[in-house]
């Protein structure tokens, strides 16, 4: 009886000590997948009347810095919803385009930076937002 006990312990011990062993385990093998990255910016100028400079940017493979005019958001009447139609169609496009080369969309940071004069009012100001792929080398 006592052998009994004694094999059933040491073959349970060794189930729980495979079964933990192969519970952590990653699932591909335990290779960490490498991963390239492009960014893509477009910085929209919302300086009244056409003045500011939007643009797309993009950096090649080759290091070399790909630009593409963007619209301004605001006209001299106004907010003009034709630029900003105009915008979302170019920087959706180069999205579409990196999705087509395999890359997958990970991560979109935006923000803003309004310019001031020297009496305190708002001249004009950018909104910046940064689109980050990836895919594995």
Known sequence: MRKYIITAAVTASLAVLALGLFSFR???GG????????????????VPGGLGRSRILTTDDNGQM????????????GINFDNIANNDRVIVDR???????????VQVVSATNQQTSNGGGSSGGIFIT???????K
């Open 66 to 77: 790909l630009e593409k005019e963007l619209k301004n958001f605001y006209s001299m009447v």
């Open 95 to 105: 999205i579409n385009e990196y999705s087509a080369q395999g890359w997958e969309l």
């Open 31 to 46: 290779t960490p997948v490498v991963y390239q990255f492009k960014q893509i910016t477009a910085v929209e100028s919302v």
């Open 26 to 28: 990653a699932p591909d």
């Open 130 to 136: 940064r689109y980050i792929f990836r895919k594995p």
